[in-house]
């Protein structure tokens, strides 16, 4: 089955480079191709791959030209950038992918086009062992792959408009968050709550998150403005004559606009041609600030709950608003036109937070969420009408994703960064709550209440900003020698992650720990870390500047790097793993350290050489480890009598 560009490959290429301009990128795959064709066997690779390379190349490694490639581009393209970007259902699909980048750089070199074509050919030598695995690892896929495979799952035929049409238009029903009184997303159906988990490619149980206290989250809704609006238009109209759709009637457009200060396009007959004015209705009647059940507008009976009520009150209203915006924040514009037709819509905005939401503090940069949200809309039609239904949109409309974001702002449920765009805690809360019934998200205690193990638990699966504010308050919660005695205390009786992240954590807590690292050098599990973390309070480099008697040893290395190599095992790939090594041991010393490993009765250790022997691109290091874990295991397996 052939491998399919993402579609926002396509449409990043129409909005960056306009088409009176040459792109270098385009001209090197024409020229690429009469290289190979007039050079029978000079490149046996796929034509269209390399085109689709290069465009990977210069839309998502932001260089000037293929000469630009430098250390880590091609790791980088291939390791992150291709699994993300382009759906393979098949493992065989992409088994010429690294062979093409191979004839391209042959290429580049033949024609003066780069320098340093040996280097970018021995990083690829360690790329290739791992490219396909890391390619077919769901955990790195993009949401359009994700989407796309699960398609092909389900059986769909992804050559078949009217069968991608349909399957995209059930994908965006199960988005929504739900109307008012329905108490989650999924209700009792099963099998629509498993098809959202396959889509985004969900694990039963996600990091941790932080929340807030229900009064703060309630004191955050209340300065939605997006609410406020709505209220205001919904008290002012309370008797006011409506359409037999519920809607205002046209000569009451004008001062229900100036009420809001919302600017009436010249002409505008019909609620619908007045955007902003049909966004406030819509959610005003959805809340029920507003009762439109009926000839005339009523106040509904979440009036008094807003802004005024109690906290569960408002964020009953505030959750209400949240999940209207997400399942019907797009349809709302040009609904009375014809540019909506072509477009899915509805769930577009939903697709956008639950993106949002998995990206938890990392967030996302505008430019994918506008990717995303075209994605979303555009998914069942053909690249070219995709565009054009697209660029329709946005001429009309304005940005789609942008639309979406700037409402959810205006409801507190986004918050920007510059150009990265992340959930507010109060949205976060509302994503827990909704996705509660099919995921575990466990919601960590507060800091004076969270022991050393919940801290080090959390540590072994947050990222790195995440953990640094959640170590701060704890730490700032209890005595210094106190917090590194219980987390050296998980250190000692866990399995290599725990022992790992605990000293990590202990060895934050500075000077007021050197007596318990002093114990901790008569612990086997520990003693390395005590010897790096001793020489650190004093201010010694351990490597370069031990103390006397704290030298850390070929023994202390290899305990470490075994540690290390389990506790994160199942992250990495064979790059990462060579990097690690790299990192840890001296160069040329590797053989030594290996033969030192497979002398270790440890089961971590053994268990480590296993790894090192399957998954490191070196294909000597692999060897030496293989033969090390073989004699460390019959050595095991045959007691000397």
């Known amino acids: 089955m052939a491998k399919r560009d993402d579609p926002a490959i396509a449409l990043d290429r129409v909005t960056r480079m306009p088409a009176e301009v040459p792109d270098v990128f385009d001209t090197t795959a024409d020229e690429f191709a009469r290289w190979a064709t007039e050079r029978p066997g000079a490149a046996d690779g796929d034509l269209d791959e390399a085109r689709l390379l290069l465009g990977l190349m210069r839309d998502y490694l932001g260089l000037a030209g293929p000469g630009d490639l430098g250390p880590g581009d091609l790791r980088s393209l291939l390791l992150e950038i291709y699994p993300r970007k382009v759906t393979v259902l098949d493992r065989e699909d992409a088994a010429s992918t690294t062979l093409v980048v191979r004839d391209l750089l042959r290429f580049m070199a033949a024609t003066g086009r780069a320098r340093s074509v040996a280097r970018l050919e021995r990083e690829l030598d360690e ?68 098809a959202i988990k396959e889509a985004f490619g969900l694990p039963d149980r996600l990091p941790a998150v932080r929340l807030p206290e229900d009064a703060a989250l309630a004191s955050a809704a209340r300065d939605s403005r997006l609410l406020a609006s709505a209220r205001a238009l919904a008290a002012w109209a309370d008797g006011r004559e409506l359409t037999a759709d519920g809607d205002l009637v046209p000569a009451d457009l004008a001062a229900a606009a100036q009420l809001l200060g919302i600017e009436v396009p010249s002409g505008a007959a019909r609620l619908g041609e007045v955007p902003g004015l049909r966004q406030a209705w819509d959610l005003a009647c959805c809340v029920y600030l507003a009762d439109n059940d009926g000839q005339v507008a009523r106040a509904g009976e979440a009036l008094d709950d807003w802004p005024d009520g109690d906290d569960d009150a408002v964020l009953d209203v505030w959750a209400a608003a949240f999940g209207h915006l997400c399942g019907h924040s797009l349809a709302i514009d040009g609904q009375d036109d014809d540019l909506a037709a072509e477009l899915s819509l509805d769930g577009a905005g939903a697709g956008l937070v639950m993106a949002l939401f998995l990206a938890r503090s990392e967030g996302m940069p505008r430019s994918e969420c506008r990717s995303l949200v ?268």
């Open 374 to 641: 075209h994605e979303l809309a555009t998914g069942e039609l053909s690249p070219a009408r995709a565009r054009k239904a697209r660029d329709a949109w946005n001429l009309a409309h304005g940005e789609m994703a942008d639309l979406v974001l700037g409402r959810c702002g205006d409801h507190g449920a986004v918050e920007f960064d510059g150009n990265v765009v992340r959930l507010t805690p109060l949205a976060m809360w509302q994503m827990c709550e909704q996705l509660a019934d099919i995921l575990e998200i466990p919601v960590l205690p507060p800091p004076a209440e969270m022991t050393a193990a919940d801290l080090v638990a959390f540590g072994l699966e947050a990222d790195s900003d995440e953990l640094a504010r959640e170590r701060q308050a704890w730490l700032a919660g209890r005595p210094a020698a106190d917090a590194a005695r219980e987390l050296l205390g998980v250190a000692a009786h866990g399995g290599p992650g725990e022992r790992m992240m605990g000293a990590s954590l202990a060895a934050a807590v500075g000077a007021a720990a050197e007596p318990l690292w002093q114990e901790a050098l008569g612990d086997a599990a520990l003693a390395a870390y005590a010897k790096i973390a001793l020489n650190e309070i004093a201010g010694h480099d351990p490597a370069l500047d031990p103390l006397p008697g704290l030298e850390v040893g070929p023994e202390d290395v290899v305990s470490v790097l075994a540690d290390s190599i389990m506790a994160t095992s199942g992250a990495l790939d064979g790059a990462d793993l060579a990097e690690l090594v790299r990192g840890a041991v001296p160069s040329g010393q590797e053989e030594q350290v290996l033969e030192l490993m497979g002398r270790s009765a440890s089961p971590v250790v053994l268990d480590s050489l296993e790894i090192l022997g399957r998954y490191h691109p070196d294909k000597k290091i692999a060897k030496t480890a293989r033969k090390a874990a073989y004699r460390a295991r019959s050595r095991v397996a045959t007691p000397i009598r």
């Open 127 to 194: 790329i290739e062992p791992v490219f396909l695995d890391t390619l077919m690892d769901p955990a790195g896929w993009g949401m359009a792959r994700s989407i796309t495979t699960a398609m092909a799952a389900d059986g769909v035929d992804l050559s078949d408009e009217s069968a991608v049409s349909q399957w995209i238009a059930s994908y965006n029903a199960l988005q929504g968050l739900g109307e008012p009184g329905e108490e989650d997303l999924f209700g009792d159906d099963a099998e629509r709550a498993a």
